[in-house]
């Protein structure tokens, strides 16, 4: 059994994000934007990016309305922001590669 993650302090993740530029912080959660050229390549992302929230067991609160995917991580078992939602952020990015408008 694993060890459950800790809350990270407000400077780790303000560290976390420096590599994450699109990412922010938003009501206590990481947040993202994606916009993608058409409604079927945001649902494609969006079911590639469920597959990683799977195999990590780490699961995003996300929407899409046509091209456009919202995301917001947390963690709430550790009632913050954690490890894993920063690195299903960095997972996400390399998978929205140049799908994604920047």
Same mark, same amino acid.
Do not use: C
């Given at each position: 059994?694993?060890?459950?993650?800790?809350?990270?302090?407000?400077?780790?993740?303000?560290?976390?994000?420096?590599?994450?530029?699109?990412?922010?912080?938003?009501?206590?959660?990481?947040?993202?934007?994606?916009?993608?050229?058409?409604?079927?390549? &945001?649902?494609? *992302?969006?079911?590639? #990016?469920?597959?990683? $929230? +799977?195999?990590?067991?780490?699961?995003?609160?996300?929407?899409?309305?046509?091209?456009?995917?919202?995301?917001?991580?947390?963690?709430?078992?550790?009632?913050?922001?954690?490890?894993?939602?920063?690195?299903? &952020?960095?997972? *996400?990015?390399?998978? #929205?590669?140049?799908? $994604? +408008?920047?």
């Amino acid at each position: 059994m694993s060890a459950r993650p800790a809350k990270l302090e407000e400077s780790e993740v303000k560290e976390g994000l420096q590599g994450l530029s699109q990412w922010s912080l938003s009501g206590g959660k990481l947040h993202r934007e994606y916009r993608f050229g058409s409604f079927v390549e &945001a649902f494609g *992302f969006m079911a590639s #990016a469920a597959l990683v $929230a +799977e195999s990590m067991n780490h699961h995003p609160e996300w929407s899409n309305v046509y091209q456009t995917v919202k995301i917001d991580l947390t963690t709430h078992d550790a009632g913050g922001i954690t490890e894993n939602d920063l690195e299903m &952020a960095r997972r *996400f990015e390399k998978l #929205a590669g140049q799908r $994604a +408008e920047r």
